[in-house]
């Protein structure tokens, strides 16, 4: 009842119109920085972090938690109508979402996308409310070897649903792990294929080989097609969802938050692994088995219902236990510190005022990305009408200056390009992308995690599986990897055709 007082109190800080304005900048800033590949929320809130410094802290916090929830809004449009996401919470929308604007229904994907944000933002707000203090406790508990079968789990699950074969799957996933090698050992500081280069020393940045694969590989692969098959402009299509689709999408709406939230809120890798969780859960419960791959609807609801109930998620963490599991909260919880305010368990008595009016912004927020996007899909949809040569020139471009942005590096560019090329082959010899940018993202943390759990049992294997957690997830994977062989020997062999008597 007191969080609920509180709350009133923080409606009450989040709807003066100055708030107000600065939220409604917020979600439009972060939509339309989102949209550019490459440029995701974490680069949008690091970019105008100096512009706040005349704004006390709690209006400053309140943009930022708009630009938060606009960019990934925004990641998510140009991964619908580019196949080129725009942050990585976005990535799994590429599936499905890049194939309904094929076809013709890029503003239906729009628009499921954009209320699937709605949904889970506003059941993982109202999770902040409710839970914060017991997500937090969960959080505490769980260890290294809970985090690693939690990656393994990510990684098998991803692998064995894309592509057209899981030695495909696996070939790519592997690639990702490789790239994700790429600078110095945490631990020993031993150099990892950087082959003599200083500026490889940091790795290679996950946006770069994002934006690599996905917009420089598509853009060149339909440069090679565009000589054979000169595509006319994809129709856009109506900007509304039809009952059909409303009859898909609610339950993915529903379930996505049930995935991201509780994900988001432990330190696990933020929306990439429960986006990809998510897909996996929907395209096992549809009805609509055949359009998968080809454009189902519900392949964006909920991976984008997941997304924004894990960015909720993922402030529980930093405002509970000052612990960023994204980028952007790392950016946030730097916007924190420059005004003195250290998130943690003190900061709900500290600093009650700002943190629930941080809270109720959110509410607001998502109200005000909702009314925003929805009237805006056709006209983002209409990106489909500009001629394929000059809307992949453009991509290029904005995917150049984006990875130039990520640290000012000429390094980069190359990287992104070589990376791109390496898109495009992947594309050529049927190897799905997904697996490789997952294996980039988890990769560093997996090993990180693996070797904790190590280090804690004194180098033994049992270290790995010694929580009834991590035993429970490894059963998972193991029914994940052994399920086509099970189906096999219980599958009922077909009737055999009776021969014509003659």
């Not at 984008?304 to 236990?321: I, K």
């Not at 004194?458 to 990897?481: C, E, K, P, R």
């Not at 096999?488 to 055709?497: M, V």
């Amino acid at each position: 009842m007191d969080s609920l007082t509180q709350l009133i109190d923080g409606f009450g800080t989040a709807l003066t119109p100055l708030h107000l304005l600065l939220a409604a900048i917020g979600v439009l800033l972060g939509t339309f920085i989102g949209v550019l590949p490459g440029i995701g929320p974490a680069m949008a809130v690091a970019l105008l972090l100096p512009v706040t410094y005349g704004l006390d802290p709690t209006a400053a916090l309140i943009m930022f938690a708009g630009i938060y929830y606009g960019g990934m809004f925004g990641g998510s449009t140009t991964s619908i109508l580019l196949n080129t996401p725009g942050e990585t919470a976005a990535v799994v929308t590429a599936i499905e979402g890049n194939q309904m604007a094929k076809r013709g229904r890029g503003a239906q994907a729009l628009a499921a996308a954009a209320i699937g944000h709605f949904a889970g933002a506003m059941i993982g707000t109202i999770g902040i409310v409710l839970l914060a203090p017991v997500i937090a406790s969960l959080a505490v508990d769980i260890g290294a070897p809970d985090y690693f079968a939690i990656m393994v789990l990510a990684f098998i699950a991803v692998t064995s649903v894309l592509g057209r074969s899981r030695v495909r799957g696996f070939a790519s996933l592997l690639i990702g792990l490789t790239i994700g090698l790429v600078g110095l050992d945490p631990q020993s500081g031993q150099s990892r294929l950087t082959f003599g280069s200083l500026q490889l020393a940091d790795g290679i940045d996950v946006v770069i080989v994002a934006v690599g694969l996905f917009a420089v590989g598509e853009s060149l692969w339909i440069a090679s097609r565009l000589r054979h098959n000169l595509d006319e402009p994809i129709p856009v299509g109506r900007p509304w969802l039809s009952r059909s689709d409303l009859r898909r999408t609610w339950k993915p709406w529903l379930r996505g938050p049930l995935i991201g939230f509780p994900f988001g809120a432990i330190p696990a890798g933020g929306a990439e692994i429960p986006t990809f969780l998510s897909y996996v859960a929907e395209r096992r419960l549809s009805k609509h088995k055949d359009e998968w791959g080809k454009g189902a609807i519900e392949g964006v609801a909920g991976p984008e219902s997941t997304a924004s109930a894990s960015a909720s998620g993922t402030l529980v963490t930093m405002l509970s236990l000052g612990l960023p599991t994204t980028a952007t909260a790392a950016v946030m919880l730097a916007a924190f510190q420059q005004y003195g305010i250290q998130p943690g368990p003190l900061l709900f008595e500290r600093e009650p005022g700002l943190v629930w009016g941080l809270i109720a912004s959110l509410f607001v927020g998502t109200v005000l990305l909702l009314a925003l996007n929805l009237p805006l899909a056709p006209v983002w949809a209409k990106l489909l009408k500009v001629p394929r040569p000059y809307l992949y020139a453009g991509i290029l471009f904005f995917a150049s200056v984006g990875a130039y942005a990520v640290s000012g590096q000429v390094m980069d560019l190359i990287v992104l390009y070589v990376i791109g090329v390496l898109g495009f082959a992947m594309r050529r010899y049927g190897l799905p992308v997904l697996p490789a940018i997952i294996g980039v993202i988890l990769g560093p943390a997996a090993e990180l995690q693996m070797r904790r759990a190590l280090q804690i049992s004194d180098g033994s294997l049992t270290g790995l599986v010694n929580t009834a957690f991590s035993v429970t997830v490894y059963v998972i994977v193991l029914l994940i990897l052994c399920w086509p062989l099970i189906r096999r020997f219980t599958r009922k062999p077909e009737p055999a055709e009776k021969e014509p008597v003659g």
